[in-house]
């Protein structure tokens, strides 16, 4: 089958895609390194520093969650594959101070395997850095054992409250605190209803047949719980918040920062549809809708779906997340 899309020497697509992003994004982002997502001015070394690492192919994530209240460091991988510990440790070291650094990490294995080794090395050297490991996909299925749990979008809550904690000049035991706080707080499912490519082989990701979704589904298309038929944007969000809300036993009088995820070719509208349902099953319930975000922050290429992530909010977060950020993805 001949390839849809626009992309020249597959070995050069992320070299390219970073060159162009950065580009694009040139009074927030620069390139540094051996291709490294740096802020454009550099914070203050009396706070705290915040680095990820990621597979590319999920754009604007995760290279767009770096920037003024956020992120100050993002190593990307290979489409859909970790970056390897020799340049995830040269933004540690770059990224170093005695405010120390905070390092978030989804929970896939090939990420989990390369920070490993990363916190080794960072242990041998005697840097300052501190793990929070994101897992809050609700499709595996003990919340008291996530270590099968992967971590989808929800990571977007993480590094916005943490990142304006270091900007506030907290400690990094306080931010690494306020990360765990969101990260248990927070729950994520996905749902899939037609699949992706691969850009560099257009290799298909993974089936879903016409007529049906995928409820569960991962960002690289890994299974989900299970196949259903496809059902309207009413009742899909009923499903997938019922399930949220059980996860995390939230209880009348709470208050939930929501998000829809686009994965890459569900439309605005369709996602702006399921927000306006999940906030009518909210209010039924007496629950509060205190914040809310629509749109695309983590894609699977041109998967059609979305992901719904809800977390629990207390006063101090929601504080944390209306602070001021500038990113690619995300400007407050």
Same mark, same amino acid.
């Given at each position: ?27 927030? =982002? ?33 290279? #767009? ?22 340049? /995830? !440790?040269?933004? !540690? ?38 793990? !929070? ?27 916005? /409250? ?7 000049? &907290? ?6 605190? =306020?990360?765990?706080? @969101?990260?248990?707080? @927070? ?36 299974? #989900? ?13 009923e499903i997938m918040l019922d399930m949220l809300?059980?996860? $995390?036993?939230?209880?009348?009088? %709470?208050?939930?920062?929501? @998000?829809?995820?686009? /994965?890459?070719?569900?439309? $605005?509208?369709?996602? &702006?549809? =399921? ?10 319930? #007496? !629950?509060t809708l205190a914040r809310s975000l629509v749109?695309?922050? $983590? ?16 006063? %101090? ?16």
């Open positions: 089958m001949a390839s849809k899309k626009f992309v020249n020497k597959p070995d050069n697509l992320v070299n390219e895609l970073l060159e162009g992003f950065a580009l694009a994004h040139n009074n927030q =982002i620069k390139l540094t390194g051996d291709n490294l997502v740096v802020r454009k001015k550099d914070k203050p070394k009396d706070k705290v520093a915040l680095v990820t690492l990621g597979g590319s192919g999920h754009e604007p994530a995760l290279s #767009g969650f770096v920037g003024d209240g956020m992120l100050d460091i993002s190593v990307p991988g290979e489409v859909f594959a970790a970056p390897g510990p020799p340049r /995830v !440790i040269e933004a !540690i070291r770059m990224a170093n101070r005695d405010a120390g650094v905070l390092f978030v990490v989804l929970n896939h294995e090939g990420d989990v395997m390369s920070a490993n080794v990363v916190m080794q090395m960072a242990k041998k050297e005697g840097l300052n850095v501190k793990q !929070i490991l994101t897992h809050e996909d609700i499709s595996a299925p003990s919340r008291q054992d996530p270590k099968d749990r992967r971590g989808l979008s929800g990571c977007l809550f993480v590094i916005k /409250v943490a990142g304006a904690a270091a900007e506030k000049g &907290c400690s990094l035991d306080e931010c690494l605190e =306020i990360a765990e706080r @969101m990260e248990k707080n @927070m729950a994520t499912l996905a749902v899939a209803v037609s699949s992706a490519s691969h850009p560099a082989t257009d290799q298909i990701i993974a089936e879903v047949p016409a007529g049906r979704m995928n409820v569960g589904m991962g960002q690289h298309g890994e299974a #989900g719980q299970g196949e259903m038929d496809l059902e309207t944007a009413d009742k899909t969000a809300l059980k996860d $995390l036993d939230i209880k009348k009088g %709470e208050k939930l920062l929501v @998000m829809i995820n686009g /994965v890459g070719s569900t439309t $605005l509208m369709e996602q &702006c549809v =399921i927000l306006r349902r999940v906030n009518q099953l909210l209010n039924e319930k #007496g !629950i749109g695309e922050f $983590l894609t699977v290429q041109e998967m059609g779906g979305f992901q719904m992530v809800i977390a629990r909010m207390d006063d %101090e977060l929601l504080q944390l997340w209306d602070a001021p950020s500038n990113s690619p993805a995300l400007k407050m």
